[in-house]
């Protein structure tokens, strides 16, 4: 049975990180971001906005956050990258959000980005493109939901298209092979083609993740325990 998809707002300009709720990803996974936006980032993808978020995926749900219908990626290139994920694996998930004209450009580079996990390196990573219906009000956005959905019972099989205007972002799945998490704090580092660096940092108690805490997330969530130092 597919997840239900719950409806967030955030206008851009207000929020110094954006709370993303889609299938298999709920505010409780997100990261504390420790870096801002640098400017060079910011208008190498466009004037309007621009923004990074972590999550840390429990791997119970990445086939929802994998097979998600918002998801623009090669099937084979998908099935690939799920066939080389072990138990032990450590998985995040980088979020990177960016003006809808860039999405017709040639000249994205997301693929270039470079990632770490308590400075090691990954191993994998699968490279989409996802979508989210948004409305415009002045200079400011507001992002509403997955531009697909499943649509209600009894026809929760069909995809629904929720907005006709969209926001474009470029999500990484990263997989981390052979690395122990540390009891307290991690830290997982984006470095970008421009050599700009954001830093994130999470927990590990007893083996299991624990969220973030500010207004937006205030409760622990459960994640099977990875091998710890």
């Given amino acids: 049975m597919r997840l239900p998809i719950y409806l967030t ?3 851009f300009t207000a929020c110094s990180s954006l709370t993303i709720i889609s299938p298999g990803i709920n505010s409780d996974n997100r990261l504390n971001k420790l870096t801002d936006i640098k400017f060079d980032e910011a208008s190498f993808y466009g004037s309007s906005f621009y923004q990074a978020n972590g999550f840390f995926i ?7 956050i994998i097979n998600d219908p918002n998801n623009i990626v090669d099937n084979s290139i998908k099935e690939s990258f799920q066939q080389n994920i072990n138990e ?3 998985i995040i998930l980088a979020e990177f959000c960016f003006d809808k004209d860039k999405f017709k450009s040639n000249i994205l580079d997301f693929d270039q980005y470079n990632f770490k996990l308590n400075n090691t390196p990954f191993s994998k990573k699968l490279e ?3 979508l989210y219906s948004a409305k415009k009000r002045g200079t400011l956005y507001v992002i509403e939901q997955p531009l697909l959905v499943y649509d209600k019972h009894p026809n929760q099989k069909n995809i629904i298209k929720t907005s006709a205007e969209f926001i474009s972002c470029s999500r990484s799945i990263i997989n981390f092979k052979n690395i122990k998490l540390a009891e307290g704090s991690n830290k997982f580092e984006i470095i970008t083609p421009r050599s700009s660096q954001i830093f994130f940092d999470f927990t590990i108690k007893n083996g ?3 969220s973030f805490q500010n207004e937006n997330a205030d409760s622990k969530i459960g994640i099977s325990p990875y091998p710890m130092k």
């Fill in 9 to 11: 707002v955030c206008i």
């Fill in 58 to 64: 429990n791997q119970q749900n990445l086939e929802d």
């Fill in 128 to 130: 989409v493109f996802y």
């Fill in 208 to 210: 299991i993740f624990q």
């Fill in 88 to 90: 032990n694996d450590v």
